[in-house]
């Protein structure tokens, strides 16, 4: 660690740790409502599991990002962070209100929170991903703008690097879309219309410059690989996601109202949407393969080829299995989208996460470059154990969502939702296990940080030649 | 990828192909909002409807139903729940008929304890938005 204001990226990750623990858990019991439809009923309904389950989950990948940014930039950008102290209180703030909001969600009835934020000043709540009371999003935004001042201010003032600045830009965008969640006409199309700026336009677009940007950070660290030929690939990657992913936002506009000629639009340019995780994968593989030393973590190298592999298999493929318009006319809101959403947020944003605290923990942890071959066992086993998980997790939701689109919408005789739900009970009980193996895989992944602490760094092995790789 | 092809051009068509789709996108959605009148359904958007809408958003109904395929997927579609049913009473007798303590074993929708104004607003809400025009979406009946 070259600058002491990379610190402030410590508190960051371990609130985002621990943020994805719950986030689990809620998984898991809705889970198990799903097998057992009274369980916790009344006190914890369905919809509030899932909204700490999908809040928390946005909340912590929001809280790595933030710390990725602060440990990356003041390296990239060769200065210390403008305000370290600014990135501290922005932390506690941050924290406290989602804090605050999840325990409101669990112990207030959420219309009884809609009444006490003051809901009808601004509606937005109640849409699904933007529960949050409008005063929490206020302060999401609060937090946004004194983050982006900070690194802002630190990448302008000094070194500027392209990963940085598509790091910049990729956040820069986060903070924009999100403005479209104060936008909630009584209008339903146009609400639908525009709830998906934020929520494509984030995922399959400016978080994916977040993500490219930080796969390139560790790759340039980790390989040794000249800066020129890394950053070149970020551009094309990041070029190809844009130039696909923002009319690809028409794979979302088939079927809620909006004109026909979106069956167009939205199937070409999302079929292309794999182009730019396919290169992800490449690339990674690419530099890896052509490094020009070892790097002692051989666990942040595993999560950073993970990444490329499984975001390309959970966006990509499981993006394009039902993106066409002919297939997801069947498709629609089913549990093949959710075996879709769960394969690709892991693959591509819980994965970069994990690959920069990988990397940068030990460091932040006063480690030269590694922690100790015991550690990196270790969380390696959580490596496989989580990633394993989401494969089955998303084999079992693909063969559950097959069965329910042939049960309820082709057959001779559609049967109704709930008679079908009945019937794919097997699937949720293989999802519901093997989402405890992920949790398990959690608590291994949690557990490489307190193993081998007092054990010497790992070495580096011998150069690439040598070793014959 | 090949020395002839530098980081400067992968740079300037990260940016030029970025504003051409962010434009092209713009273009569109201002031709989807001057098509969305005869599509949209909006003549039906009463006072009574957009409270419907604000009780359904108050009340998180789209974090176990879909509505126009979008939302969670523990509970049956509503976009076409007007169609299924038939009415709005039928609608209204079903919300109104949760039991407090939900059915054992069985996923259960909560009781809201709605007003009869409140019913009206929402049945109202999901007439209006079984009438917008989705293409023809869902496949059939069942959602
Ligand atoms: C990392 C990137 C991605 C993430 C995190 C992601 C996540 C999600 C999530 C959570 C949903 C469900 C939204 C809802 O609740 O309504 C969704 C829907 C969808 N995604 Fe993705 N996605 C990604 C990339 C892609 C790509 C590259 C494609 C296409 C190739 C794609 C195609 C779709 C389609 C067609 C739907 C709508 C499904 C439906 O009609 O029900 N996604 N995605
Ligand atoms: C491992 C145990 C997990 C279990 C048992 C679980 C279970 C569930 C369930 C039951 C839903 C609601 C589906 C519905 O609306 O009917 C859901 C939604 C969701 N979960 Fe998980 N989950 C788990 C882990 C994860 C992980 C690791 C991620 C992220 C990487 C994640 C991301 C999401 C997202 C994005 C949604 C919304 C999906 C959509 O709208 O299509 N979950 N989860
Ligand atoms: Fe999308």
Redesign the interface.
């Known amino acids: 660690m070259q600058y002491q204001s990379q610190r402030v990226a410590k508190p960051y990750f371990i609130a985002a740790i621990g943020l994805f623990v719950g986030q689990i858990l809620f998984g898991l019991v809705?889970g198990l409502?799903?097998v057992?439809?009274?369980f916790l009923?009344?006190a914890i309904?369905?919809?509030?599991a899932?909204?700490v389950h999908t809040n928390l989950l946005i909340v912590w990948l929001l809280f790595g990002f933030m710390g990725a940014a602060y440990y990356l930039v003041p390296e990239e950008a060769e200065r210390e962070l403008v305000s370290p102290k600014l990135a501290l209180a922005m932390f506690w703030i941050f924290l406290v209100a989602g804090a605050l909001t999840i325990l409101g969600y669990l112990f207030v009835p959420?219309?009884s929170l809609?009444d006490m934020t003051g809901?009808?000043i601004l509606?937005t709540?109640?849409?699904?991903f933007l529960?949050q009371p409008t005063i929490t999003k206020l302060g999401i935004v609060v937090v946004a703008l004194a983050f982006l001042f900070n690194i802002g201010a630190t990448i302008l003032s000094g070194r500027k690097t392209?990963v940085s600045l598509v790091l910049l830009i990729g956040l820069a965008g986060l903070a924009v879309m999100f403005l479209f969640s104060f936008y909630?006409p009584?209008?339903?199309?146009?609400d639908?219309?525009y709830w998906w700026w934020v929520v494509h336009l984030w995922v399959e677009g400016v978080w994916e410059l977040i993500l490219g940007s930080i796969l390139a950070f560790v790759l340039i660290k980790t390989t040794g690989v000249d800066r020129?030929?890394i950053?070149?690939?970020l551009?094309?990657i990041?070029?190809m996601t844009?130039?696909t992913g923002?009319?690809g936002?028409?794979h979302?506009?088939?079927?809620?109202?909006?004109?026909?000629y979106?069956?167009w639009?939205g199937s070409i340019f999302s079929a292309m949407e794999p182009i730019p995780f396919f290169m992800m994968t490449v690339f990674a593989f690419n530099m890896v393969n052509r490094r020009r030393r070892n790097h002692p973590n051989k666990a942040a190298v595993l999560w950073a080829l993970g990444t490329g592999v499984m975001a390309f298999l959970g966006a990509g493929v499981w993006g394009f299995l039902h993106t066409l318009a002919p297939v997801n006319?069947?498709t629609?809101?089913?549990?093949i989208?959710?075996a879709h959403g769960h394969m690709a947020f892991y693959g591509a944003y819980v994965m970069i996460v994990l690959t920069m605290i990988s990397y940068a923990m030990p460091m932040l942890r006063g480690r030269e470059a590694a922690n100790s071959n015991r550690s990196q066992v270790v969380e390696m086993w959580g490596f496989w154990l989580m990633t394993v998980s989401i494969v089955f997790i998303t084999l079992f939701l693909t063969a559950a969502g097959i069965l329910q689109v042939y049960l309820?919408?082709?057959s001779e005789n559609?049967?109704?939702?709930?008679v079908v739900?009945d019937k794919l009970a097997l699937f949720y009980w293989l999802r519901e296990i093997t989402g405890v193996v992920f949790l398990i895989g959690l608590v291994v992944y949690i557990a490489s940080f307190f193993v081998g602490s007092r054990e010497p760094e790992a070495s580096v092995s011998p150069a690439p030649a040598e070793a014959g790789a | 990828m090949s020395q002839a092809f530098t980081k400067a051009m992968a740079r300037n068509i990260f940016y030029g192909g970025s504003l051409f789709f962010i434009l092209l996108f713009l273009a569109l959605t201002f031709d989807t909002d001057s098509t969305l009148p005869s599509r949209d359904n909006h003549a039906a958007i009463t006072e009574k409807v957009a409270m419907g809408k604000a009780l359904w958003e108050k009340n998180d109904c789209i974090g176990c139903h879909t509505l126009l395929g979008e939302g969670a997927y523990f509970a049956p579609e509503l976009g076409n729940v007007y169609k299924r049913f038939g009415s709005t009473d039928a609608i209204k007798a079903f919300i109104k008929g949760r039991p407090k303590n939900g059915i054992p074993g069985r996923r259960s929708m909560p009781q809201f304890n709605f007003t009869d104004e409140e019913l009206d607003a929402i049945a109202a809400f999901l007439k209006y938005a079984s009438e917008i025009n989705t293409n023809n979406w869902p496949p059939n009946i069942q959602g």
Request: cysteine-free.
């Open positions: 809705m409502q799903y057992m439809g009274d009923f009344p309904p369905f919809n509030v899932r909204m959420y219309s809609a809901n009808s509606p709540m109640g849409r699904e529960e392209a909630n009584d209008n339903l199309v146009k639908k219309f020129e030929v950053e070149k690939w551009y094309v990041i070029a844009l130039i923002i009319i936002t028409g979302h506009y088939y079927w809620i109202g909006t004109p026909a979106w069956k639009w006319y069947y629609h809101g089913t549990q989208t959710a309820q919408r082709m559609p049967l109704p939702f709930m739900q």
